[in-house]
Each structure stands twice: as structure tokens, then as C-alpha cells.
T-cell receptor, first 109, second 112 residues
Framework: KNEVEQSPQNLTAQEGEFITINCSYS?????LHWLQQHPGGGIVSLFM???GKKKHGRLIATINIQEKHSSLHITASHPRDSAVYIC???????????FGTGTRLTIIP | NAGVTQTPKFQVLKTGQSMTLQCAQD?????MSWYRQDPGMGLRLIHY???????DQGEVPNGYNVSRSTTEDFPLRLLSAAPSQTSVYFC???????????FGEGSRLTVL
């Protein structure tokens, strides 16, 4: 079973700061997902990665397959970015996802 | 498009009662799954389906049943609810098992 660890567990930052959330996993994967969950809300898919880097607006996701590590970056952070960010990985030939416990991000105006 | 629709959003049950959480998607996705989310833990897979007529167990299947008679619907049944099943439940779908995930809004279940 793949183990997924996220860091930090909690992060508080000032509006405008550059944010980095990390995800490490233990076994080779076919894909990694970054998800966002607002307080009391549903879960939204941000990125699905198997290699390299993806960018969407102020969000950037990178993955290093050799190091079994992914990062989610937020540039020019805003209070509306406050949410829990969840990393999930899928093994090879495996329908099942393994989820991290999430990083709770709070952006202060 | 409605995406993934999950009902009910909230439910309170007494121990031993049964209920069904409904999940429907209108994206013609093959892959559907049910997760539970508990404080301090990552989402855990209960059951999943890779297509109509095909279901399989996830990480925490005990106490739950599923069926997939159509591509659109994937209901989750609690036959005899227990307090340990108090949780937030999410249904998700994707085009095959390698696609982007789409989640329902979640169902908060309390078992007294």
C-alpha cells in the first residue's frame, strides 16, 4: 500500500505570499491528483499529474517521479485560497487511490 | 451539466436502521467510487465500480453494500447502521480509472 504524506499539516500566511504544499509517497505511481476542499464544502480536482509541471491561473503543480515527491504552489495568495489541499496517488494497474490527510491553508488579509 | 449529484446532504440515523446514499453522474463516466472522510484521516475508499454490473471492495467495505445497474447510478447502502459509520461520505466519478476526478458535494451521516 502506498503511503502518502503531506506537509505542512497546517499553514497560515499573509495575503500575497507564495505558498508551497508538499506531498511525498512511498511507491511508484501512475498519476497524482491535487484536490481542494473548502470548509464545509465539496472536493474539487485541481490537477492530475504523471510527470513534469502543470499551471492553472495562480496554481502550479510539479512532480518529481524519481524522488516520489510533488509540490503545489500558489502565487499571490488570496483569502479565497483558504481551504484544505489534498494529495492522492494511484498505483500502476490499480484503480484505487491513496489519499494524504490534507494541508489546511489559511490566508490572512 | 449537473456533474455528480449526491443525496441526501444530511442524515441522522439510529443504530440498526438502514439507508441508501444516492449518487448519480451525467458525464457517462465508467469509474465511480464511494469514500468516507473522518477527522485526521485521509479519504478512504469504501467500494468502487469500473462499469455497469461490476463492483469491487475498497479499503473499508464492511457494513456497506453497493450495486451498479446503470452507468449513471451508484448507490451506497448501509444495511444496519452503527455509530462507527458516522462520517462524511463522498461519491466520485471519472472517465476510466485514470481520468480527472469529479466529486459529489458530500453527505454528512450521523448514527446515534
Amino acid at each position: 500500500k502506498n503511503e502518502v504524506e503531506q506537509s505542512p499539516q497546517n499553514l497560515t500566511a499573509q495575503e500575497g505570499e507564495f505558498i508551497t504544499i508538499n506531498c511525498s509517497y512511498s511507491v511508484g505511481i501512475s498519476a497524482l491528483h491535487w484536490l481542494q476542499q473548502h470548509p464545509g464544502g465539496g472536493i474539487v480536482s485541481l490537477f492530475m499529474l504523471s510527470s513534469g509541471k502543470k499551471k492553472h491561473g495562480r496554481l502550479i503543480a510539479t512532480i518529481n517521479i524519481q524522488e516520489k515527491h510533488s509540490s503545489l504552489h500558489i502565487t499571490a495568495s488570496h483569502p479565497r485560497d483558504s481551504a484544505v489541499y489534498i494529495c492522492a496517488v494511484r498505483g500502476f494497474g490499480n484503480e484505487k487511490l491513496t489519499f494524504g490527510t490534507g494541508t489546511r491553508l489559511t490566508i490572512i488579509p | 451539466n449537473a456533474g455528480v449529484t449526491q443525496t441526501p446532504k444530511f442524515q441522522v440515523l439510529k443504530t440498526g436502521q438502514s439507508m441508501t446514499l444516492q449518487c448519480a453522474q451525467d458525464m457517462n463516466h465508467e469509474y465511480m467510487s464511494w469514500y468516507r472522510q473522518d477527522p485526521g484521516m485521509g479519504l478512504r475508499l469504501i467500494h468502487y465500480s469500473v462499469g455497469a454490473g461490476i463492483t469491487d471492495q475498497g479499503e473499508v467495505p464492511n457494513g456497506y453494500n453497493v450495486s451498479r445497474s446503470t452507468t449513471e447510478d451508484f448507490p451506497l447502502r448501509l444495511l444496519s447502521a452503527a455509530p462507527s459509520q458516522t462520517s462524511v461520505y463522498f461519491c466520485a466519478s471519472s472517465y476510466r480509472n485514470t481520468g480527472e476526478l469529479f466529486f459529489g458535494e458530500g453527505s454528512r451521516l450521523t448514527v446515534l
